[in-house]
């Protein structure tokens, strides 16, 4: 349980520092005065004041803020702070502010998956862990722990090329050289179009023929430019992933019961952290990705919501009323409140029932 909490609360004080340095470091870059820079909400447990701003950590540890000067439209500022009120700065300044956060996540995954990548990047080699019985592989004569070399005379040695290749088939018999204990032969095996399910639960039809991967990794070394592309293409799929799970939601593919809060990510966290730090950084990485897509949703309270009030207002050519802005981020704290205890339901569910995560 100590673990859990104790990697919660790095990975969402990192993440909520991030999300919010974005807004604080444009703001500053743009002219705009900010007053207080909090991770947390709620009564101030440390802080310290440096020129005009004051840093602090406060008792309520889920998210953060940054204040600005003349923030709240109908806040009184006076003449010689109207430059630095962010209020008062034009649209494309006001909207590059607030998008500043969600970026600065994305940003920061990308930087996670670059880093991990310099150390190297793990793959499954092509020895076959599994096989499925009555498939084609069986049939074939491929067993438990042979070693694929060669798929139609192409050299493989990652599994994710091997099944590539089995699924890019077209059904066509495809020749496999194996290594099985120190003898070396081809094997002729033709694969069958079967139904699984994908990540989401949907079933889908692949070219297979019944081999699952064994558990032995390998580390690649890459240089700098290969691992920066490597951790930007890792960032893309994760917005991908996050983005068709949101759909999935909205679709009822994904059951709403697998929405998680606070006490699934302590759970995850913890389990990540006993995996290694690499593992903790790969779920940081993904965690912040989806921190930066939620926080674009156009949902008053959210960064995204301010975005529709924007883009009014370049149309209109004049500023929302405040009682309208009042109005939509009121239904949007609900909105966010009705999630978040929602969330926490699911998390309760899973710790009471019966083979469910517990601490």
């Not at 100590?2 to 969402?12: F, G, H, Q």
């Not at 447990?45 to 923030?71: C, D, R, S």
């Not at 500043?100 to 150390?119: D, E, I, K, R, Y």
């Not at 498939?135 to 139609?152: H, M, Y």
Request: proline share 5%.
């Amino acid at each position: 349980m100590i673990t859990n909490i104790i990697s919660a609360i790095i990975v969402l004080g990192v993440l909520v520092f991030v999300h919010e340095l974005g807004h604080f470091l444009f703001a500053k870059k743009l002219g705009v005065g900010v007053t207080i820079f909090s991770l947390g909400f709620g009564p101030k447990l440390i802080g310290w004041q440096k020129g005009e701003t004051l840093y602090q950590i406060a008792a309520i540890p889920l998210g953060g803020f940054v204040k600005m000067v003349g923030e709240n439209p109908d806040e009184e500022i006076s003449a010689k702070d109207q430059a630095r009120s962010f209020t008062h700065q034009p649209v494309r300044k006001r909207a590059a502010i607030v998008a500043a956060g969600p970026f600065f996540n994305l940003l920061f995954a990308a930087v996670l998956f670059f880093s991990m990548n310099l150390f190297g990047i793990p793959y499954l080699t092509a020895k076959i862990g599994e096989v499925t019985p009555s498939l084609p592989a069986e049939k074939a004569g491929i067993r438990k722990g042979d070693i694929v070399l060669t798929v139609n005379g192409q050299e493989v040695k990652k599994w994710d090329n091997l099944s590539k290749m089995i699924r890019d088939s077209n059904g066509i018999q495809i020749v496999l050289k194996i290594k099985r204990d120190s003898q070396i032969r081809e094997i002729p095996v033709t694969p069958q179009l079967s139904k699984t399910k994908n990540a989401f639960g949907e079933e889908v039809q692949y070219n297979m023929i019944g081999i699952a991967p064994s558990d032995d990794l390998l580390i690649e070394k890459v240089g700098p430019l290969t691992a920066i592309a490597k951790g930007l293409a890792e960032t893309w799929q994760a917005i991908e992933l996050t983005i068709v799970s949101i759909v999935k939601l909205i679709e009822r593919v994904i059951p709403a019961k697998t929405i998680g809060g606070p006490i699934l990510i302590a759970q995850v966290a913890g389990e990540m952290a006993k995996r290694g730090i690499r593992s903790l950084v790969s779920f940081m990485a993904l965690l912040s990705v989806n921190l930066g897509i939620i926080n674009l949703f156009p949902i008053p309270i959210l960064d995204g919501g301010y975005f529709p009030f924007l883009l009014a207002e370049t149309i209109l050519r004049r500023p929302i009323s405040i009682k309208k802005m009042e109005n939509a981020q009121q239904i949007g704290l609900i909105l966010v409140i009705m999630l978040m205890l929602f969330a926490f339901y699911n998390d309760i569910l899973r710790i009471i029932t019966p083979g469910g995560m517990k601490f």
